[in-house]
T-cell receptor, first 113, second 113 residues
């Protein structure tokens, strides 16, 4: 598959442990954020989103936390599985009136069996 | 799966030749996007479209043009390919204005020799 990022930060976790992937965003006025998962050779896949009027949102085995004070977003994956191995991107909505997203550079998650 | 296909999936071309990549969607969404993805970078927006014949530039539009003559098709053209345009290209759609999340196609790997 394609090399998504040769110099991406990497998080290595043991199967079954919880994973926390962090993201700093740039614009304090951003009001919408998304997490994507990208497996090797595939397009990014939507995981979960959160609006700025929330601090936390939960999905199936995933939780997104938003700290607007320090402009920080995190994705928590519970009971990490080998299938969770991928590159994870955060994105924020662009500030103009268009429906554009601004993507971070990503974090590679490796799950050790 | 948001019904997005990209063609070709892989292409090798020579410097100076024109190249057109096609994105096709089956769900009649108004917003479509072209991104490129390179090692060490996140997804960077090339151009986007907000309707038939309505397009606008993204952050890395130099050397690229787009066309949208039908709702379902969004074409990306490299008028004269350069080695710096070797990349993986992703098309995305958005269910805007009802939501901001974007859904991605499988990608096209383009190599310019």
């Amino acid at each position: 598959g394609e090399s998504v990022g040769l110099h991406l930060p990497t998080l290595s976790v043991q199967e079954g442990d919880n994973s926390i992937i962090n993201c700093a965003y740039s614009n304090s006025a951003s009001d919408y954020f998304i997490w994507y998962k990208q497996e090797s050779g595939k397009g990014p896949q939507f995981i979960i989103d959160i609006r700025s009027n929330m601090d936390k949102r939960q999905g199936q085995r995933v939780t997104v936390l938003l700290n607007k004070t320090v402009k920080h977003l995190s994705l928590q994956i519970a009971a990490t599985q080998p299938g969770d191995s991928a590159v994870y991107f955060c994105a924020e909505k662009g500030m103009d009136s268009s429906y554009k997203l601004i993507f971070g550079s990503g974090t590679r998650l490796l799950v050790r069996p | 799966d948001a019904g997005i296909t990209q063609s070709p999936r892989h292409k090798v071309t020579e410097t100076g030749t024109p190249v057109t990549l096609r994105c096709h969607q089956t769900e009649n969404h108004r917003y479509m996007y072209w991104y490129r993805q390179d090692p060490g970078h996140g997804l960077r927006l090339i151009h986007y479209s907000y309707g038939v014949k309505d397009t606008d530039k993204g952050e890395v539009s130099d050397g690229y043009s787009v066309s949208r003559s039908k709702t379902e098709d969004f074409l990306l053209t490299l008028e004269s390919a350069t080695s710096s345009q070797t990349s993986v290209y992703f098309c995305a759609i958005s269910r805007a204005p009802s939501s901001y999340e974007q859904y991605f196609g499988p990608g096209t790997r383009l190599t310019v020799t």
